[in-house]
């Protein structure tokens, strides 16, 4: 059974660019989470995804957008990009919607310069 | 606002001995309790879940426990190893069928270190 897989490992982008992050989700799991860590916090959850729509947002603004495909995986694109960006972006995986087990991916280091 | 907390930002152990980990939270609809472990370069690892109707749960080494009129929940690691040392993050969610989204809320963590 294959985990989740996230691409790429580290990104370097400079304010203003655009970057898109990818994440395959665990085989059998049809919903997907994204959150950003930052240095010294716990995980923020950004938004999650279910059979390819959006099911609840956090505090992120709407230069954070995403998308899930048929095959369950995702992407994560952040427009605009600001240096309060740079963070570890975790993508997680669960059977389902409702407080199921979310596992995690091994993230995406983001530095914005 | 921090609705889940981790107040002790490190605690170290030794070998063999008993490592307790706490957390409080405020929000009185989550209902669903989590433990990871998270070693750096890597994403956050489940280590073990705990319900609302519960008060215990156990899995090998590790038992959860949750007071839920505290509001507070505790990771007990029996006995501890030196691989046990890493970032352990509480977490909280509401739980199935309430409609939204089951996001998680996690705390800040707290660095264990096992010595021997």
């Known amino acids: 059974e294959t985990g989740v897989t996230q691409s790429p490992t580290h990104l370097i982008k400079t304010r203003g660019q655009q970057v898109t992050l990818r994440c395959s989700s665990q085989s059998g799991h049809n919903t997907v989470s994204w959150y950003q860590q930052a240095l010294g916090q716990g995980p923020q959850f950004i938004f999650q995804y279910y059979r390819e729509e959006e099911n609840g947002r956090g505090n992120f603004p709407p230069r954070f957008s995403g998308l899930q495909f048929p095959n369950y995986s995702s992407e994560l694109n952040v427009n605009a990009l600001e240096l309060d960006d740079s963070a570890l972006y975790l993508c997680?995986?669960?059977?389902?919607?409702?407080?199921?087990?979310?596992?995690f991916g091994p993230g995406t280091r983001l530095l914005v310069l | 606002d921090q609705q889940v907390k981790q107040n002790s930002p490190s605690l170290s152990v030794q070998e063999g001995r008993i490592s307790i980990l706490n957390c409080d939270y405020t929000n009185s609809m989550f209902d669903y309790f989590l433990w990871y472990k998270k070693y750096p370069a890597e994403g956050p690892t489940f280590l073990i879940s705990i319900s609302s109707i519960k008060d215990k749960n156990e899995d090998g080494r590790f038992t959860v426990f949750l007071n839920k009129s505290a509001k507070h929940l505790s990771l007990h690691i029996v006995p501890s190893q030196p691989g046990d040392s890493a970032v352990y993050f509480c977490?909280?969610?509401?739980?199935?069928?309430?409609?939204?989204?089951?996001?998680?809320?996690f705390g800040t963590g707290t660095r264990l270190q096992v010595t021997l």
């Open positions: 997680a995986s669960s059977p389902g919607t409702g407080g199921e087990t979310q596992y």
């Open positions: 977490a909280a969610s509401k739980g199935p069928n309430t409609g939204t989204a089951s996001k998680l809320t």
